[in-house]
């Protein structure tokens, strides 16, 4: 199996071999961002700082200065600066487009840590060996919260690349109380405890999984920010409030309703006002439902809530008219019968048109077919030659059957 020329790892960059420049994403990498910069080589300033975006454990990102002028391109293993000791990561971004990232994220330059080297053999086997430990630690750390009765729960652990801090990402609905929590951790993995509280969305980020429509999460993908979604999103859209189908797999509402609820917006623009009451001869008509596709809205009586009546918006319109100058419109029924005699001849709106042609065409072949075969069935009966009456035995049976004659 062919490796990838930029990192360790047993697998080529998914479409080309750009090395991750590309759009389709680097090794497998969550939240990969687009190099559009990568052929692009803007003119080289004398002591000018080069910043370049590391990527660690899952969506987990961050910038540094590489003061040093070393040679690192994207999917290099770096040793870089952290608070206690140094963290091993790999180069998910270099060139022009990280300050662009910079200035989008507000990060501080004076605030950015510094790039030690490539990663050599022994930080990559350290580094590989706390990876390898994660899962048992967080299940022990889970164990441990229990048996304290604390109403937290632990989603993800993650290793610092030398081993001196240990970060743990726990969810919780209240405040928790980590006095003897934390001892009970350093005695138990021998390491720094860092303790960072993260939301819902955040946790099903970083675990992933697959959606409702059958691909990955949005947000262990593509999405960087979680902007908040309201119901409203969901009226708009003529949704029914349904927890059970409006909330994803954090529990929360789908970060997807916000992605057409613009769309929606400009086309209710048109619409008529979802309050609208049309008076009739048979009492006041009420809106109850909007239909988007089929430009329609649906009004019923409160005698006769069952029954529905679908009206365009643009007829609605001309009847709102009526009724702003006192006239009172034919009940719903009799406009409803007269949408309806009006016939699409070419059926320029019906969808199964050409099914129905090649249905008839179908049709007119078998009944054709049945007429041949009707035809040669005559033709050959016509052809067969009568049987001939045998006159001697008929003559034969008639003197058997005639009585004797008596002899006078």
Not at 112 to 118: A, D, E, I, N, S
Not at 304 to 325: G, Q, T
Request: include cysteine; hydrophobic fraction near 30%; glycine fraction near 6%.
């Amino acid at each position: 199996m062919e490796t990838c020329s930029s990192c360790s790892s047993e697998e080529l960059p998914k479409g080309c071999k750009n090395n991750g420049a590309c759009g389709t994403g680097n090794c497998n990498s969550k939240l990969s961002v687009f190099n559009w910069l990568s052929d692009i080589h803007p003119p080289s300033i004398k002591n000018e700082p080069q910043y370049i975006e590391v990527r660690f454990k899952d969506d987990r990102k961050d910038f540094y200065i590489n003061d040093s002028e070393l040679s690192l391109c994207i999917g290099d293993i770096v040793a870089v600066e952290a608070n206690s000791g140094h963290d091993v990561g790999i180069i998910s971004l270099t060139g022009e487009l990280v300050k662009i990232q910079m200035r989008k994220k507000r990060a501080k330059i004076d605030e950015l840590f510094k790039v030690y080297r490539k990663a050599s053999h022994k930080d990559i086997e350290i580094w590989q060996n706390y990876k390898n430990k994660e899962h048992t630690v967080m299940l022990d750390a889970r164990k441990i919260a229990r048996s304290l009765g604390l109403q937290m729960k632990i989603c993800d652990v993650e290793y610092q690349g030398d081993g001196s801090k240990v970060t743990l990402y726990y969810t919780a609905e209240g405040r928790v109380d980590f006095r003897q929590l934390i001892k009970d951790y350093a005695m138990a993995f021998r390491s720094k405890i860092d303790m960072r509280q993260i939301g819902y969305r955040q946790e099903s980020a970083k675990v992933g999984g697959i959606g409702s429509c059958g691909r990955e999460l949005c947000c262990s993908t593509w999405l960087t920010d979680f902007r908040s979604v309201n119901t409203a999103a969901a009226r708009y859209q003529q949704l029914s409030i349904n927890p059970q189908k409006l909330a994803g797999q954090c529990g929360k509402l789908k970060c997807c309703l916000n992605f057409e609820l613009d769309t929606y917006v400009d086309a209710l623009a048109e619409f008529p006002s979802s309050q609208t009451v049309l008076e009739t001869e048979k009492g006041k008509a009420y809106c109850i439902k909007v239909d988007v596709f089929r430009n329609q809205m649906w009004f019923t009586y409160t005698d006769n809530p069952i029954s529905w009546h679908p009206i365009n918006i643009y007829e609605v319109k001309r009847l709102i008219d009526l009724n702003k100058k006192g006239i009172n419109i034919k009940p719903l029924d009799e406009l409803q019968q007269k949408e309806e005699l009006k016939v699409d001849l070419i059926e320029e709106n019906n969808l199964h048109r050409f099914e129905k042609r090649s249905k008839s065409n179908t049709n007119t072949k078998r009944k054709s077919k049945n007429k041949n075969q009707q035809r040669t069935n005559l033709k050959n009966t016509a052809e067969k030659p009568k049987p001939k009456a045998k006159a001697n035995n008929a003559n034969s049976n008639q003197q058997k059957k005639r009585p004797p004659k008596k002899n006078k």
